[in-house]
């Protein structure tokens, strides 16, 4: 553990009666940064957010705030403050009651309460509605209100439990470009609890992907989308074209019943794969350009793009997003690159995944080029 390191969970596992909702999961928190623990509803993302604001405690293993363990700390006791879904405000307060609510209970100077009420109002583009009752102030106004709340106390870190989701879509959006601002600013650990995808890929530094229980992934959210650890990451982290397939050898992929050159190595040779294309590194052509040919089946405007399903000669489904019409029943190729293709290894580990990685760089390249040759 590093300086850096502010929440550690060393093969944390919570049960109630029998059931596991989280299993031996360790990670670490660094300091000043906006994390996301993403994944669908049941996996496990707000049980490690009330792990660490102390309102529950682990069954098994230990949690650690900055090199301490705190399992049994009282969530009074911790450095930690959470923004909860519903916001919890108190009607029947105005804004800078429910602000100072935290402050008088610490029994704080009334002088020293107003001025940091004050500045934390500043902090979220609130100053001068100190007076306003909470049933006059929008959703998103509510949430900064929630936010001022929680960081008046200065807390070390930042939970927020889904607070976006009962936004429309336009406000939801400004308000991730404000709290990953309000991060910046603050200097302090953001936890953010999300099942969007698009909202993680947005605002975090350092996405957590979490199924059944477990981590599935972590790293920053260009590397989770680019390069996902297995079928689930890559189906939850945006749109996957998964097709089943074989490595030949490094640098040779064998899928829809062609081989096509690729930038992976490190496995077996014609060892049992899947292969992953984003829908957005495919470009239609001509049937006689691409690399392989499909067969419209479907076509969804969306706005900024077409979505295009068709089926190739093996019977794979194939998503495409093209700014390209096509018409259902048309034969379309599809032309993409080396680097498009990413190959899944069945049963890896996120380590043995994170080795294989690192030998993929200017000795892979060069190692890729010779093969070619």
């Given amino acids: 553990m590093t300086e850096k390191t502010i929440i550690r969970f060393e093969n944390v596992t919570k049960k109630y009666d029998q059931d596991t909702v989280l299993n031996k999961v ?45 399992n049994n700390v009282p969530a009074d006791k911790r450095q930690v403050n959470t923004v909860f879904q519903d916001y919890a405000l108190f009607p029947h307060l105005n804004v800078f009651e429910n602000v100072a609510f935290g402050l008088r209970i610490k029994k704080m100077k009334k002088a020293d309460i107003a001025e940091k009420v004050k500045e934390a109002l500043r902090f979220v583009n609130l100053a001068g509605y100190e007076e306003r009752e909470i049933s006059e102030m929008s959703g998103g106004q509510r949430q900064r209100v929630a936010i001022a709340r929680a960081i008046v106390n200065e807390p070390e870190i930042l939970l927020l439990d889904e607070p976006l989701s009962a936004l ?32 993680a890929l947005a605002m975090s530094d350092e996405i957590f992907v979490l199924n059944e229980g477990e981590i599935q992934q972590s790293g920053t959210p260009i590397d989770i989308y680019d390069e996902p650890i297995n079928r689930f990451v890559a189906d939850f982290i945006g749109e996957s074209n998964i097709v089943p397939g074989r490595m030949i050898r490094d640098f040779l992929a064998e899928f829809a019943g062609q081989q096509f050159e690729c930038v992976d190595r490190g496995f077996s040779p014609n060892e049992t794969v899947e292969i992953i294309i984003r829908p957005e590194d495919l470009e239609m052509t001509e049937p006689e350009q691409g690399n392989l040919v499909i067969k419209i089946d479907s076509q969804l405007f969306r706005g900024v793009h077409y979505e295009i399903s068709g089926y190739d000669q093996a019977g794979n489904e194939w998503l495409v997003h093209s700014t390209k019409r096509a018409a259902v029943g048309d034969s379309v190729g599809l032309r993409f690159d080396p680097e498009a293709i990413h190959v899944m290894r069945f049963g890896e580990t996120e380590e043995e995944f994170d080795r294989r990685l690192e030998g993929y760089g200017q000795n892979g390249t060069a190692a890729a080029e010779g093969e070619r040759q």
């Fill in 26 to 70: 360790s990670f670490e928190i660094e300091r000043g940064k906006f994390y996301t623990l993403l994944g669908p509803s049941g996996c496990g993302k707000t049980t490690i957010l009330r792990l660490i604001a102390g309102f529950i405690e682990p069954t098994e293993g230990n949690i650690y705030f900055n090199g301490k363990v705190i």
């Fill in 168 to 199: 429309d879509l336009k406000l939801r959006t400004e308000m991730q470009y404000e709290l990953r601002e309000l991060q910046r600013r603050l200097g302090i650990t953001f936890i953010f609890v999300t099942h969007d995808q698009e909202e």
